[in-house]
């Protein structure tokens, strides 16, 4: 199956407008970050009906399960290398408390790099991002030291990841940033006043994480039937204080995905998609279903007055 793609940035990589998220999938009960139970056999199957549907990216990262989104990503995509671009990250590490720490040292990225590659079981990277800032270690040795990987071939370019503008800039004198990779959905809209439009006049690619505000703004999303220990209990998308708010957004939507004989996951991804800065949304599966149905918001246009619904909605 053929999806429509765009050009990431000034890359030579054109991308589905969706792309297969692994956090959910990546995630163990010794992870902070836990989803609740997941099969791996199921989270392989999801990722290659993701690639029979025609998506053709993937991004993970080290950090997710620390290292099990990527041992999962590497198995699922055995024997079909050449169909999908692969996108991971550096320069999150274990902070020994179950916590993280940011290190963008050379010596980490080479070495990380290296481990990523044996987990995904591919000789390059198509995109290699910087997970979060690193307040400790200038941009411009790090990003020096990517841009040398990319001489090598084990990565094919760069990106940054839930960085600041200026941040962005300086390593764009080193050498070509390819993306940017940041939170966006309704609920969550700051980059719209700097990266965004920053990115674009920059033909620099965006990609969004959290498009589904992780589960929040999924039909039949239901707070209390999560695992007891799924870290989205403590979230702050599910505070009291912010369920008015959260309501209001999900009815909105679901208003407009019934006038379109559509669920309400596909209006969140084509109101993502309507801006004019993002390339693709990243979309978290965890079964063949959700894989099957990630590309149906990707040709809904909404209309002037649905956009100002929905505008209103998240004021």
């Known amino acids: 199956m053929t999806l429509e793609t765009r050009r990431l940035?000034?890359?030579?990589?054109?991308?589905?407008?969706?792309?297969?998220?692994?956090?959910?999938?990546?995630?163990?009960?010794?992870?902070?970050?836990?989803?609740?139970?997941?099969?791996?056999?199921?989270?392989?199957?999801?990722?290659?009906?993701?690639?029979?549907?025609?998506?053709?990216?993937?991004?993970?990262?080290?950090?997710?399960?620390?290292?099990?989104?990527?041992?999962?990503?590497?198995?699922?995509?055995?024997?079909?290398r050449d169909d999908v671009y692969v996108f991971t990250k550096c320069g999150t590490l274990p902070d020994g408390k179950g916590g993280s720490i940011e290190n963008h040292k050379p010596e980490t990225i080479k070495r990380e790099v290296e481990t990523s590659l044996k987990r995904l079981q591919t000789d390059h990277i198509d995109l290699l991002q910087f997970h979060d800032m690193d307040a400790t270690t200038p941009i411009e040795e790090s990003?020096?030291?990517?841009?040398?990987?990319?001489?090598?071939?084990?990565?094919?370019?760069?990106?940054?990841?839930?960085?600041?503008?200026?941040?962005?800039?300086?390593?764009?004198?080193?050498?070509?940033?390819?993306?940017?990779?940041?939170?966006?959905?309704?609920?969550?809209?700051?980059?719209?006043?700097?990266?965004?439009?920053?990115?674009?006049?920059?033909?620099?690619?965006?990609?969004?994480?959290?498009?589904?505000?992780?589960?929040?703004?999924?039909?039949?999303?239901?707070?209390?039937?999560?695992?007891?220990?799924?870290?989205?209990?403590?979230?702050?998308?599910?505070?009291?204080?912010?369920?008015?708010?959260?309501?209001?957004?999900?009815?909105?939507?679901?208003?407009?995905a019934r006038a379109h004989g559509k669920k309400m996951v596909d209006v969140v991804i084509a109101w993502e998609l309507m801006h004019p800065a993002l390339t693709g949304a990243i979309i978290g599966i965890r079964s063949e279903k959700e894989a099957r149905e990630m590309k149906d918001g990707t040709e809904l246009i909404l209309s002037r007055d649905e956009m100002q619904e929905i505008e209103r909605a998240t004021a």
């Open 143 to 256: 990003w020096k030291t990517l841009q040398d990987l990319i001489r090598q071939g084990k990565v094919r370019n760069g990106g940054l990841s839930n960085h600041t503008v200026d941040l962005i800039e300086r390593a764009e004198r080193i050498g070509p940033v390819t993306a940017n990779q940041v939170q966006y959905n309704p609920l969550q809209r700051k980059i719209e006043k700097d990266i965004l439009p920053f990115s674009l006049s920059h033909h620099i690619g965006v990609l969004g994480w959290g498009s589904l505000a992780e589960g929040f703004l999924a039909d039949n999303f239901s707070l209390a039937s999560l695992d007891p220990k799924d870290f989205r209990r403590n979230h702050w998308y599910g505070q009291p204080e912010n369920h008015a708010k959260l309501e209001r957004v999900r009815g909105a939507l679901s208003k407009i």
């Open 9 to 80: 940035g000034k890359s030579d990589l054109k991308i589905t407008k969706v792309g297969v998220g692994t956090a959910p999938i990546g995630s163990t009960p010794e992870w902070r970050v836990w989803w609740g139970p997941q099969d791996e056999k199921s989270a392989i199957g999801a990722i290659q009906t993701a690639l029979d549907e025609g998506v053709n990216w993937i991004d993970t990262a080290p950090f997710y399960g620390w290292g099990k989104a990527e041992e999962i990503v590497g198995k699922a995509i055995k024997g079909r």
